[in-house]
Nanobody, 121 residues
Framework: QAQLVESGGGSVQAGGSLTLSCAAS????????MGWFRQATGKEREGVAA???????IRADSVKGRFTIFRDNANNTSYLRMNSLKPEDTGMYYC???????????????WGQGTQVTVSS
């Protein structure tokens, strides 16, 4: 049974950094694209960054230059390094595994439960 478990969320002040982790199990994680999404209260879930099995990455314009996605296939883990955090980055962050490299939730087959990120001004 596929399982994704996020960790690393927390509360930081604006300008701070966090690194989120997503541990995958129960499927061949290295063959799937991994995506990070976030959802603020009252808003739709939005794609933040994604990486495919070959290491090709994409990021939303709002996080370019600040967020980096990478993966460790040997340990079935993906990461989202977040620098220069802003209050508007606040939300629940989810990782997902899918067969397509894109930033829309559709096409991702497996989802984690999420980890909260709160950025204060």
């Amino acid at each position: 049974q596929a399982q994704l478990v996020e960790s690393g969320g927390g509360s930081v002040q604006a300008g701070g950094s966090l690194t989120l982790s997503c541990a995958a199990s129960g499927y061949t994680a290295s063959s799937y694209s991994m995506g990070w999404f976030r959802q603020a209260t009252g808003k739709e879930r939005e794609g933040v960054a994604a990486i495919n099995s070959r290491g090709v990455t994409i990021r939303a314009d709002s996080v370019k230059g600040r967020f980096t996605i990478f993966r460790d296939n040997a340990n079935n883990t993906s990461y989202l390094r977040m620098n220069s955090l802003k209050p508007e980055d606040t939300g629940m962050y989810y990782c997902a595994a899918g067969t397509i490299l894109w930033l829309l939730p559709s096409g991702y087959n497996y989802w984690g439960q999420g980890t909260q990120v709160t950025v204060s001004s």
